[in-house]
């Protein structure tokens, strides 16, 4: 197994701005969820997909919308960002036992 | 709706100590419990899981959690803490495992700090 890879590290964007987070899921892992972590609390869901189809969202605004590729890549796009968008974004592919989770993205917005 | 309540959000222990961190959960459906650690400026790395069957589920680093449906608790124990285990633990809950939409309700998480 590969793992779950996610770039970049870190990021700093301004108010206003558009980021685009990557994630490359594990081989054969054809369900992708995104959550976002503020600091001290627990991740929350933001959305999932399943064979490039968006099939579930968390309590989230249009704002953040995502992308999910046949190579089991995807990605996590947020439009006009708010401050309070600062957090930890983590990825998780879904198979056989389960998430398995990547370090993250760590967004600051300025 | 699902709801993940951890009871403590930091819990100081001395190394080789017995250590118990609480997690009740609420819920109106079968539910697939976990437990989550996630070390400084890392992603989260899966302990343990209730599924079914046994009660008592053992997960990894010497861990092992207790499914009590009538309390609607999951708690997690380990019997010796090590230096090591100083992190931050996540107790989810999941109305479904297996393919689909499923997603996972995660609790505010504690901060287990071992102590010399």
């Known amino acids: 197994e590969t793992g779950v890879t996610q770039s970049p590290t870190h990021l700093i964007k301004t108010r206003g701005q558009q980021v685009t987070l990557r994630c490359s899921s594990q081989?054969?892992?054809?369900?992708v969820s995104w959550y976002q972590q503020a600091l001290g609390q627990g991740p929350q869901f933001i959305f999932q997909?399943?064979?490039?189809?968006?099939?579930g969202r968390g309590n989230f605004p249009p704002r953040f919308s995502g992308l999910q590729f046949p190579n089991y890549s995807s990605e996590l796009n947020v439009n006009a960002l708010e401050l309070d968008d600062s957090a930890l974004y983590l990825c998780?592919?879904?198979?056989?036992?389960?998430?398995?989770f990547g370090s993250g993205t760590r967004l600051t917005v300025v | 709706a699902q709801s993940v309540t951890q009871l403590d959000s930091q819990v100081p222990v001395f190394e080789e100590a017995p250590v118990e961190l609480r997690c009740n959960y609420s819920?109106?459906?079968?539910?697939?419990l976990f437990w989550y650690v996630q070390y400084p400026n890392q992603g989260l790395q899966l302990l343990l899981k209730?599924?079914?069957?046994?009660?008592l589920v053992k997960g990894i680093n010497g861990f092992e959690a207790e499914f009590n449906k009538s309390q609607t608790s999951f708690h997690l124990r380990k019997p010796s803490v090590h230096i090591s285990d100083t992190a931050e633990y996540f107790c989810?809950?999941?109305?479904?495992?297996?393919?689909?939409?499923?997603?996972?309700?995660f609790g505010t998480g504690t901060r287990l700090k071992v102590l010399a």
């Open positions: 998780a592919s879904s198979g056989r036992v389960g998430y398995t």
């Open positions: 081989s054969g892992h054809n369900t």
């Open positions: 997909y399943y064979r490039e189809e968006e099939n």
């Open positions: 819920s109106s459906v079968s539910v697939y």
């Open positions: 209730y599924l079914s069957g046994s009660t």
């Open positions: 989810a809950v999941s109305d479904s495992f297996t393919s689909g939409t499923y997603k996972y309700i």
